[in-house]
């Protein structure tokens, strides 16, 4: 897998929800793609040192919210045809998600230039090209 | 109080958060202002009909974060001196908590001009001003 998992215990975030985000990361930018594949539970669980448990609780809803797949045989792999895209149920949870957070943002003072600049830079983090070294 | 607490009993989303939003939602709005006077914990929890501690973890919380004074004599007011403005460490928690949400959106096939749009819409479902009758 060439994504760098790096959880961080002491944050408030659960383990399991950390470890989605990443790979959820990993596949915004592209460095995870359709049909790669992922390393069993017991193998990440080794390899970051956490429970067998914490990396099933993740790998179960990132399989039923559609961004991988978990074969018996072939093991765990990135959706292959690629995650579900938005549909209206999706768009319905994303505005609920938004809806708390743009309303503390305008609470805090932020303007909506603020909070419209946060959001691109995040996007574009995501979606450029990486420079040659790194 | 002027805002209208609704609540779904069927969502994901505990009862207390969905509470502390809607204040939340409601100082956004500035349906609520500085000073302005919230019920009692038990007074909300018996109008809306749910348990006294919800309603108090909400308030706590709300007074952890500083949207809400509770006085022991006085009562629950929206801080007076207005919500704490945006930090550093708030910047770093917004960022942190938009940062899985942009990358789902970017799986999900969303276009940066479709996250601004949303979000620029729901900023300024807040603090548009309404019209005559609601």
Same mark, same amino acid.
């Given at each position: 897998?060439?994504?760098? !998992?790096?959880?961080?215990?002491?944050?408030?975030?659960?383990?399991?929800?950390?470890?989605?985000?990443?790979? !959820?990361? %990993?596949?915004?930018?592209?460095?995870?793609?359709?049909?790669?594949?992922?390393?069993? #539970?017991?193998?990440?669980?080794?390899?970051?040192?956490?429970?067998?448990?914490?990396?099933?609780?993740?790998?179960? +809803?990132?399989? +039923?919210?559609?961004? !991988?797949?978990?074969?018996?045989?072939? %093991?765990? #792999?990135?959706?292959?045809?690629? #995650?579900?895209?938005?549909?209206?149920?999706?768009?319905?949870?994303?505005?609920?998600?938004?809806?708390? $957070? $743009?309303?503390?943002?305008?609470?805090? %003072?932020?303007?909506?230039?603020? #909070?419209?600049?946060?959001? %691109?830079?995040?996007?574009?983090?995501?979606?450029?090209?990486?420079?040659?070294?790194?």
């Amino acid at each position: 897998m060439d994504v760098y !998992i790096n959880l961080d215990f002491e944050s408030n975030e659960p383990i399991y929800t950390q470890l989605m985000h990443q790979i !959820i990361a %990993g596949i915004a930018k592209k460095e995870l793609k359709p049909g790669d594949a992922l390393p069993s #539970v017991r193998s990440l669980a080794a390899d970051i040192g956490i429970n067998l448990h914490t990396v099933n609780k993740a790998y179960q +809803q990132l399989k +039923q919210e559609g961004f !991988i797949l978990i074969h018996r045989q072939k %093991g765990v #792999v990135i959706n292959p045809d690629g #995650v579900p895209q938005a549909d209206d149920q999706y768009m319905n949870n994303l505005t609920s998600t938004l809806h708390p $957070i $743009i309303a503390e943002s305008i609470c805090r %003072g932020l303007s909506k230039e603020q #909070v419209l600049q946060l959001t %691109g830079e995040l996007y574009e983090n995501f979606t450029k090209k990486e420079g040659g070294d790194k």
